[in-house]
């Protein structure tokens, strides 16, 4: 039996609990992982603040965002370095087959369906967990990979989708902890990218990266922005079609301005989640022959591809990763629902066990 530790959600709003308990017995499909890293998401949040129901009730460990190592499970995964997908379907329904898996309705997700990563260990099922190479530790600590299990592999999918082709005008709305990599991950698919958001650093940070052009768009009218947008695709020599816009900021705002700034052939896709509601005119859509699309976590399947792109060196995640011990757990989630972090916080375990 291994002794493990969880940080657990016991009541809305409140400090999360530290407790101690064990696993016994494992079902054949699962795998004990050791955590090395767990991000902290504004899924999180929502749970934890907002009161948007997880599927397990409380007492419950959130986090999926995670990273570890294989202690027990199938002998070709023990002692393998793993990132845990936040979204792990069945394989076998008909969304799946279909290659739907990221909106499997018999999908598990960690720390909402059953005890997630802000803990010791995690048992989880192991059929889709991605392996770590060894090109990608010699880059980052395995902790630091744990925002592959969402920040970055969800624009990832939602740029396939979006059928961006290289040499398109990218404009990614928002530039935090996803929309950073959703503008990096357009980049590095060949388009010409402009970061939209309301906070100066976080442009900044964009900026340095290699984001092509930032756009400060606090108290700027939605019909300021569309004028601006449009000089800068100038600019950058790109065409006034055929944009290929991200909503990564899961607001409102955000939402009616990604709306407005649709024009022909173009696809506006929505990433970020806001329960606001916005009225637009569809006729537009219509108009411009564009389209507006949805896109929910990231297929397991996908999940090789990113990671080959972090192995290889061609994005960076370094500089948009800070780390805290686990034990600050409480502290960590009052600053992200309080917006004071610039970068995803990644929990690394601090338990003498
Ligand atoms: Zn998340
Ligand atoms: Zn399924």
């Given at each position: 039996m291994t002794k493990i530790y969880q940080w657990q959600m016991v009541e809305l709003k409140k400090p999360f609990e530290l407790i101690e308990t064990e696993v016994s017995e494992m079902n054949p499909d699962e795998a004990l992982v050791k955590v090395a890293g767990c991000g902290?998401?504004?899924?999180?949040?929502?749970f934890w603040h907002d009161g948007v129901p997880t599927k397990h009730e409380m007492p419950l460990?959130?986090?999926?965002?995670?990273?570890?190592?294989?202690?027990?499970?199938?002998?070709?995964?023990?002692?393998?370095?793993?990132?845990?997908?936040?979204?792990?379907?069945?394989?076998?329904?008909?969304?799946?087959?279909?290659?739907?898996?990221?909106?499997?309705?018999?999908?598990?997700?960690?720390?909402?369906?059953?005890?997630?990563?802000?803990?010791?260990?995690?048992?989880?099922?192991h059929k889709y967990l991605c392996i770590v190479p060894d090109s990608a530790l010699e880059r980052f600590?395995?902790?630091?990979?744990?925002?592959?299990?969402?920040?970055?592999?969800?624009?990832?999918?939602?740029?396939?989708?979006?059928?961006?082709?290289?040499?398109?005008?990218?404009?990614?709305?928002?530039?935090?902890?996803?929309?950073?990599?959703?503008?990096?991950?357009?980049?590095?698919?060949?388009?010409?990218?402009?970061?939209l958001d309301i906070d100066d650093t976080k442009l900044e940070i964009a900026k340095e990266n290699g984001v092509d052009m930032t756009l400060n768009i606090k108290d700027m009218s939605v019909k300021d922005v569309k004028k601006k947008v449009r000089e800068i695709a100038k600019e950058l020599g790109v065409s006034r079609y055929m944009w290929r816009i991200l909503e990564m900021s899961g607001t409102k705002p955000g939402q009616e301005l990604g709306y407005a700034l649709l024009t022909h052939a173009s696809t506006l896709s929505i990433v970020g989640f806001t329960m606001a509601k916005?009225?637009?005119?569809?006729?537009?859509?219509?108009?411009?022959?564009?389209?507006?699309?949805?896109?929910?976590?990231?297929?397991?399947?996908?999940?090789?591809?990113?990671?080959?792109?972090?192995?290889?060196?061609?994005?960076?995640?370094?500089?948009?990763?800070?780390?805290?011990?686990?034990?600050?757990?409480?502290?960590?989630?009052?600053?992200?629902?309080?917006?004071?972090?610039?970068?995803?916080?990644?929990?690394?375990?601090?338990?003498?066990?």
């Open positions: 902290v998401c504004h899924t999180d949040i929502s460990t959130l986090g999926h965002e995670i990273a570890g190592e294989v202690l027990k499970g199938p002998s070709e995964l023990i002692g393998k370095k793993v990132i845990i997908p936040a979204v792990l379907p069945c394989g076998e329904c008909e969304l799946c087959r279909s290659g739907n898996g990221n909106i499997c309705q018999n999908q598990k997700m960690p720390g909402n369906d059953f005890h997630g990563g802000f803990a010791t260990h995690i048992v989880v099922p600590p395995l902790e630091h990979l744990a925002v592959i299990a969402d920040a970055v592999t969800t624009p990832y999918q939602v740029l396939k989708k979006s059928e961006l082709k290289s040499g398109d005008f990218c404009i990614c709305i928002g530039a935090g902890g996803v929309g950073i990599y959703g503008a990096l991950l357009a980049k590095i698919m060949g388009a010409k990218v402009l970061s916005s009225e637009v005119r569809l006729s537009n859509l219509m108009a411009f022959d564009s389209k507006v699309i949805g896109t929910w976590g990231c297929k397991p399947e996908l999940y090789d591809e990113v990671m080959e792109l972090i192995a290889s060196g061609k994005l960076n995640i370094a500089p948009f990763v800070q780390t805290f011990p686990m034990s600050e757990i409480n502290e960590v989630l009052k600053n992200t629902l309080e917006h004071k972090y610039l970068k995803r916080s990644v929990l690394i375990p601090d338990f003498d066990n």
